[in-house]
T-cell receptor, first 112, second 113 residues
Framework: DQQVKQNSPSLSVQEGRISILNCDYT??????FLWYKKYPAEGPTFLIS?????DKNEDGRFTVFLNKSAKHLSLHIVPSQPGDSAVYFC???????????FGTGTRLKVLA | SQTIHQWPATLVQPVGSPLSLECTVE??????LYWYRQAAGRGLQLLFY??????ISSEVPQNLSASRPQDRQFILSSKKLLLSDSGFYLC????????????FGPGTRLTVL
């Protein structure tokens, strides 16, 4: 039972354009969502988070949008840069569980 | 600042041999600790997590076990490795309480032959 889904395994975007990575979830109890970036053979690095009381959070080139009614969140990267090429994971948690459920990841390739 | 260490970085072990992977965190106290596995082409699967010394929660029944002998030390073990145990193992920590992001270590690449 995959509670957090990233249905696009890969995405290619031209440098300077917008990258939109999507994530869907099934558990309505999730109240905190995170995005991570992972390079090969390294641990994931935290990018940005959003709590369920918000619908948008921005940090520089990265913006996360949350649509609770659709159980959908997305990560926007503007403008995309070649260094953004990596695998992106979304993750979700429920209150008091101390654990995070990760999606299967989307491989982003930014073309120069 | 906080840092997380994992070792070894890579490991090649024969089927049936034991395993011990170690993770330590510096610069924080009473962290929540986590072990994940990323199999080839797969997402991050939570294996174990711990909210305190000696407290271990297992997420997936398997051939592995975890222990937390000290506040900032988390160990992943197996008595007899299987081929299916191959993968990229990641340790992570987060501050206690809610709404806290996790910080990951550099990972260990385990190959079981």
């Amino acid at each position: 039972d995959q509670q957090v889904k990233q249905n696009s395994p890969s995405l290619s975007v031209q440098e300077g354009r917008i990258s939109i990575l999507n994530c869907d979830y099934t558990n309505s109890m999730f109240d905190y969502f995170l995005w991570y970036k992972k390079y090969p053979a390294e641990g994931p690095t935290f990018l940005i988070s959003i709590s369920s009381i918000k619908d948008k959070n921005e940090d520089g080139r990265f913006t996360v949008f949350l649509n609770k009614s659709a159980k959908h969140l997305s990560l926007h990267i503007v403008p995309s840069q070649p260094g953004d090429s990596a695998v992106y994971f979304c993750a979700a948690s429920t209150p008091g569980t101390y654990k995070y459920i990760f999606g299967t990841g989307t491989r982003l390739k930014v073309l120069a | 600042s906080q840092t997380i260490h994992q070792w070894p970085a890579t490991l090649v072990q024969p089927v049936g041999s034991p395993l011990s992977l170690e993770c330590t965190v510096e610069g924080t106290s009473n962290p929540n600790l986590y072990w994940y596995r990323q199999a080839a082409g797969r997402g991050l699967q939570l294996l174990f997590y711990s909210v305190g010394i000696g407290q271990i929660s297992s997420e997936v029944p398997q051939n592995l076990s975890a222990s937390r002998p000290q506040d900032r030390q988390f160990i992943l073990s197996s008595k007899k490795l299987l081929l299916s145990d191959s993968g990229f193992y990641l340790c992570a920590w987060s501050k206690g309480g809610g709404f806290n992001e996790q910080f990951f270590g550099p990972g260990t690449r385990l190959t079981v032959l």
